[in-house]
């Protein structure tokens, strides 16, 4: 929304020509500035002139149809005129018009090529509002092409050449910019940058790096005592300055609800420990924590029951419970006597603010797996899922997701009966068609062996299924000559093991794995594996949850009011949509002799 209304007023701000002047004008600088002409008008005056002339009116045609809000038009206007053969001056007004029409379309990578023109390295020419104009819009057409540390060093570099009164817009849309950027490529910008740019860098790595609501209100003091200067150290960006807010307002009183006895008993101690373990971090370094107390929701025949007992007991925030039925009983309770982060989710929706959604969903990983697929330039998939609840739940949200960035869907097969999976494959992939076609040209050609090969209009799967299922796709995939076409599946395709002997016939499949385990590098991975060998298999998943649950509980107000808030979490990158409910965007790895490796990133830099 706000990128449209910048476009807008920028559109408006450029100047328009009268057709009907004595004299056709012979420079830009020479344009009348009323904009009664219509767009028409200026055409008919452009086609009684030649050459330069005919040029410089078609391009303010160009300008008055973008300024009308007709930007389709101008583009048309534009085609008409050879850029190449415009005065310096044009060919920046030519790139600025192509580049504003293009994203008003949304069109970006036109808007891109356009910014990207050869004459504006010539843009000090022009007068300081048009070069700060065309910067402005540089920048905004980077962030759209995900560019996004480039679009903020743009930003940083025309900051003291603004208007006071548009300085403080220009900081928020630095830390917009910054704020969508991978940590990864904050990190690497940051190794190479000085002055004001690397004093933003550092601002936005405090969010990233430490990822303790108490560590970062300390590395934020850190930053302002040594960038008391910086622009950003008067106002900080709305969402740093309520860190402070936060911390300010923390509870020093939680409840952990969680089945200590039981099936889930094991979970809940995972859960338990992983908790613990990121509050002993920030105790450590002598920054008090809260009082933690413990409740058996398996004591509880209705967990709101529970809930009031804690509130008794001068509890202010509870998180838990983990079961499902619990979590539906308290979701439907409406009101409850204290705000809570339930570690599972409901199948209904729920208005009450006081309730927030976090668990290791399926769908958060089929929902990354379709978003890695797009960025990975994949537009035709196909869907492989079992009967499972888990798996026909991944497999719709994914094709939810699939659709909603314009992907298109193949087919869908399910694969849960070993018998019909080699034929299934072969029918997906339309491999009997092909070998028809292969016998006919050797039939008609004589020696001349023809290879069968699968359908052209398939990029890649998606596959929702266990080991032993998965552990056929990719023998049969070979076996119908597509052992090339890439698989992304779920964590639920492997087994964790570091000899690779589970994983046999797995290799090259792309999977969605947690950070935790993945990359292996959260500060507190070695302590909390140290002590639980077990952290950094299965159960990994269980520990690493605990770990963001405490990171994460005393900013979901934070999260709540500023919705592009992203915390790299142990368990993914996690947002908070709408409904309350923690989502999860998770990093790829791919199986390489038998054991998960990370993946390769996409040309896009997505995870």
Known sequence: MHRSIRLSTLALTLTTVLAGCASAPKSLDELPRTPDASVEEILKSAARHDGAEANLLRLHAAQTALNKGNPEQALRVLEDIPQ??????????????????????????????????????????RPLPEQLRIQQLRA??????????EAARERVFIHSLLDPNQQAANNQAIWDS???????????????ASGEFAGWLELALITRNQRNLDLQVRALKAWKEGHATHPAANRLPDSIQQIEALQASRPTHIG????????????????????????????????SQPQVTLYDSTQYNQPIDALNQAKREGVQ???????????????????LPLPTLVLNYAEQATSDSSIYQFGLAPEDEARSAAIRAWHDGKRRMATLSTRDDWSQRANRAFITEWERL????????????????????????????????????????????????PRQDLDALFLAATPLQARQIKPTLAFQYAADLPVYATSHAYQIDSSGMQNTDLDGLLIAEIPWLLEQNDPLYSDVTGNWPQAGGALG??????????????????????????????????TLDSTGRIQRLLPWGQIRNGVLEPAAPSDSGAL
């Open 84 to 125: 190449s053969a415009l005065p310096a001056d044009q060919q920046i007004r030519f790139s600025e018009l192509q580049a504003t029409s293009a994203m008003a379309l949304g069109d970006n990578v036109t808007a891109l090529t356009a910014i990207k023109h050869p004459s504006l390295e010539q843009l000090d020419i």
């Open 140 to 149: 905004d057409i980077l962030d759209a092409n995900g560019q996004y540390i």
């Open 178 to 192: 910054l704020t969508q950027a991978k940590t990864q490529t904050l990190q690497k910008a940051s190794g190479g």
């Open 256 to 287: 952990l609800l969680l089945p200590f006895n039981g099936p889930l008993a094991s979970a809940a101690q995972a859960l338990r420990d992983g908790f613990l373990a990121a509050q002993y971090q920030a105790q450590s370094q002598g920054i």
């Open 317 to 335: 925030w509870m998180i838990g419970p983990l079961e499902k039925d619990k979590v539906a009983q308290l979701a439907s309770s409406g009101a």
């Open 406 to 453: 314009g992907g298109i869907l193949i087919g869908q097969e399910l694969v849960d009966q070993p018998a019909a999976v080699a034929n299934q494959m072969g029918e997906l992939l339309k491999i009997k068609q092909s070998e028809n076609r292969a016998n006919r040209i050797s039939s008609i050609l004589g020696d001349v062996l023809a290879q069968p090969t």
């Open 541 to 574: 998943r269980l520990y690493a949850m605990g770990v963001d649950t405490q990171r994460i509980f005393a900013r979901l107000p934070q999260m709540r009011e500023y919705p592009d808030t992203r915390i790299e979490g142990a368990t993914g990158e996690l």
